[in-house]
T-cell receptor
Framework: KQEVTQIPAALSVPEGENLVLNCSFT??????LQWFRQDPGKGLTSLLL?????REQTSGRLNASLDKSSGRSTLYIAASQPGDSATYLC???????????FGTGTSLTVIP | DAGVTQSPTHLIKTRGQHVTLRCSPI?????VSWYQQVLGQGPQFIFQ???????GRGNFPDRFSARQFPNYSSELNVNALLLGDSALYLC?????????????FGPGTRLTVL
C-alpha cells in the first residue's frame, strides 16, 4: 500500500516569495504522481502530473519534480500570489494503478 | 467541454437512511473513481469502475456500493448511513483504468448525516 505524507501541514508566506511544498511516499513502484489544488469546500483541480519516465513537469509558475529513489516529490511555486492560497494535495498511484493515495495536504496562505 | 459533474451538490440525511450520489465523467473518459474526503483529511479511495466493471475497491464496508452505466456515468450508493459518513464525496474520471492516468475531479457532493 502506498502511504503519502505532506509536510508542512500549513504554511504562511508573504506575497512574492518562492516556496516549496514537500510530498513523500513509501512505495517506489509509484508510476504516476499528481499534484492538486483544493479551495475550501470545493473539488480538486489538477495542477501537474508526473509519470514514471519523467522527473519534472512545469506549468506557468509551478514546477513539480519526482525522485522515485528517495520517495519524494516537490512542488515549487514561484512568485507566490494571494490567489495561490489553497490546500495543495499530492497523490501517488498503487502498483496496479487503479487508485491514488492522497496525502493530507499543505494549507498555503499567501499574505498580501 | 464540460468537466466532471456531480449531483446533488449538497445533501442532508438522517442516520439509517440511504443515499445515491451521481457522477458524469468527462466526455470520452471511460473510468470513474469515487473518493471520500473527511474534513481536514486527504481523499480516501472507495471504488474504481471501468467499462462498467469494478476495477478497484478501497477499505470501505459493504454498505458502500457503486455501479457504472453504459454511458460511463456512475452512481455511488450508501446504505444505513452513519454519522461518520458525513463527508465530501468526490468523483474522478480518467480516460482508462490503470497507469498513465491523469485523474480529473468533479466539485463533489457534500453529505451531512444527522
Amino acid at each position: 500500500k502506498q502511504e503519502v505524507t505532506q509536510i508542512p501541514a500549513a504554511l504562511s508566506v508573504p506575497e512574492g516569495e518562492n516556496l516549496v511544498l514537500n510530498c513523500s511516499f513509501t512505495d517506489s513502484a509509484i508510476y504516476n504522481l499528481q499534484w492538486f489544488r483544493q479551495d475550501p469546500g470545493k473539488g480538486l483541480t489538477s495542477l501537474l502530473l508526473i509519470q514514471s519516465s519523467q522527473r519534472e513537469q512545469t506549468s506557468g509558475r509551478l514546477n513539480a519534480s519526482l525522485d522515485k529513489s528517495s520517495g519524494r516529490s516537490t512542488l515549487y511555486i514561484a512568485a507566490s500570489q494571494p490567489g495561490d492560497s489553497a490546500t495543495y494535495l499530492c497523490a501517488g498511484d498503487s502498483n496496479t494503478g487503479n487508485q491514488f493515495y492522497f496525502g493530507t495536504g499543505t494549507s498555503l496562505t499567501v499574505i498580501p | 467541454d464540460a468537466g466532471v459533474t456531480q449531483s446533488p451538490t449538497h445533501l442532508i440525511k438522517t442516520r439509517g437512511q440511504h443515499v445515491t450520489l451521481r457522477c458524469s465523467p468527462i466526455s470520452g473518459h471511460k473510468s470513474v473513481s469515487w473518493y471520500q474526503q473527511v474534513l481536514g483529511q486527504g481523499p480516501q479511495f472507495i471504488f474504481q469502475y471501468y467499462e462498467k466493471e469494478e476495477r478497484g475497491r478501497g477499505n470501505f464496508p459493504d454498505r458502500f456500493s457503486a455501479r457504472q452505466f453504459p454511458n460511463y456515468s456512475s452512481e455511488l450508493n450508501v446504505n444505513a448511513l452513519l454519522l461518520g459518513d458525513s463527508a465530501l464525496y468526490l468523483c474522478a474520471s480518467s480516460f482508462t483504468s490503470g497507469r498513465m492516468n491523469e485523474q480529473f475531479f468533479g466539485p463533489g457532493t457534500r453529505l451531512t448525516v444527522l
